[in-house]
């Protein structure tokens, strides 16, 4: 009897996991752990070796300052981390299809979605909004989150009305402003959020452009800190540069913006230290203002010209002096702009100079633009000292010409190497060198 009894016991089951949800054991199928951690993959990710880790585990690995595939041992020549999609979609199906939920799962946290949907619900039915927005921050931000669960949160629709409908309901309350800010900021700077859903954030901000506008610019002049000031900032950029002028002009005319730009890219503090980021966005955000037209005498009355200057002098990334240059060249079309360039030695007109041909071909052609309205049309004679005086000038407007640029720059700058006293040889120094260049007129 005891035998037949053993002969009729069923095999012993294959591993497995338990989950407390629903009572029942699962098998997890081996390829679906990570290596490190053992844990089922959150965010799936291949090193060049060809091996598949968690991303949060492998993430750790290499922060420790390990330079080894952890499972091979092998030197890593890259330590680019490649996602791996394809398992991630055979992840998602065996929960689908085992009927699991995927918290149920020892160690994984696929179900941050669910987590973050009871926020966006939060969020929109609390009064008191703040902390909400600061855990869905959270969860934007969370490294172990996977990319999917964040965009399948936005997909779904919900997410970012909830943010703006906050900053809305409490436009006059910092703290919200901030936190909904932050959310934003976040969404738009990830490289983990697809840009479709980076263009939702800016499409739903576009629906209320004034109230939302207004609600930035209380952060830009009230922000408890500078890090709320350049979300701020950044959300204001994106929401730009995808706007059409009409727009921009809307934006341009809420009270306090323009001088709180400023002030976001100039010193942060008493020793006047510079914060790039701050700088690169407030820069980026006056550009695009400065092409409404009506909007250029109060710039320069508010300081932006001394403020550009400063960044031209001291910033040497390309696409912040390109902004740069074409703020310049938007103040000198008109004549405060002109005046201002003018002023304190002309150091606008020198800086502007110094800084044609380091800012990429845009930025060179709006330098030349700026210059030529100073010193060709309005004959300012401290603008044409400067730029004679500077070194290297003439070298700088011969490498614009010989650099492919358009015809009106071209013109710009023929005109403006009649500036330039030439020696009865028709020749002149090269720039920096000893060599000479044969004069093109």
């Not at 053993?6 to 949800?21: G, V, Y």
């Amino acid at each position: 009897m005891r035998k037949e009894e053993r002969l009729r016991s069923p095999p012993p089951p294959p591993p497995t996991t338990t989950t407390a949800a629903l009572e029942v054991k699962i098998p997890v199928p081996s390829f679906f752990r990570c290596p490190i951690s053992l844990d089922v993959m959150r965010s799936p990710v291949s090193l060049c070796t060809g091996v598949t880790y968690d991303r949060a585990s492998i993430q750790r690995w290499l922060d420790s300052g390990n330079t080894t595939c952890p499972a091979t041992m092998q030197p890593l020549p890259s330590t680019d981390l490649v996602p791996n999609l394809t398992l991630q979609r055979l992840i998602r199906l065996w929960c689908s299809e085992s009927a699991v939920d995927p918290a149920a799962v020892p160690g994984s946290k696929l179900s941050a979605r669910r987590l973050a949907g009871r926020l966006v619900k939060e969020i929109s039915a609390s009064s008191d909004p703040a902390a909400p927005l600061r855990r869905l921050a959270g969860f934007f931000s969370d490294d172990d989150v996977d990319e999917f669960e964040k965009n399948d949160l936005i997909n779904a629709g919900g997410c970012i009305s909830a943010v703006q409908s906050a900053m809305k309901r409490k436009c006059d309350d910092v703290e919200t402003l901030e936190a909904s800010s932050g959310v934003l900021a976040l969404v738009l700077r990830s490289e983990s959020i697809e840009e479709a859903n980076k263009k939702t954030v800016v499409t739903e901000f576009s629906s209320d452009l004034a109230t939302l506008v207004s609600c930035l610019v209380k952060v830009l002049s009230e922000g408890t800190c500078l890090e709320s000031r350049i979300d701020a900032a950044r959300i204001l950029q994106s929401v730009l540069a995808a706007s059409n002028s009409d727009s921009r002009s809307l934006i341009s005319e809420e009270p306090g913006l323009i001088l709180e730009l400023i002030r976001l890219i100039g010193p942060v503090d008493e020793k006047g230290t510079i914060e790039r980021s701050a700088v690169r966005l407030g820069v980026a955000c006056l550009a695009g203002i400065c092409s409404v037209r009506k909007v250029r005498g109060e710039m320069v009355q508010l300081g932006v010209v001394s403020a550009v200057t400063r960044v031209l002098i001291t910033e040497s990334d390309m696409a912040v002096s390109e902004c740069a240059l074409k703020i310049m060249e938007a103040v000198a079309g008109c004549a405060e702009g002109r005046m201002a360039m003018c002023e304190n030695g002309a150091m606008a007109v020198k800086a502007v100079a110094c800084k044609m041909m380091k800012a990429g071909k845009c930025g060179a052609e709006a330098a030349v633009a700026a210059l030529w309205a100073v010193c060709i049309k309005c004959k300012d004679r401290r603008a044409v000292e400067a730029l004679a005086g500077v070194e290297g000038g003439l070298t700088r407007l011969l490498l614009l010409m010989q650099s492919g640029c358009s015809p009106v720059a071209r013109q710009m700058a023929g005109d403006l190497i009649k500036i330039f006293k030439v020696n009865a040889k028709n020749c002149l120094a090269g720039y920096e060198s000893k060599t000479t260049h044969i004069m093109p007129f």
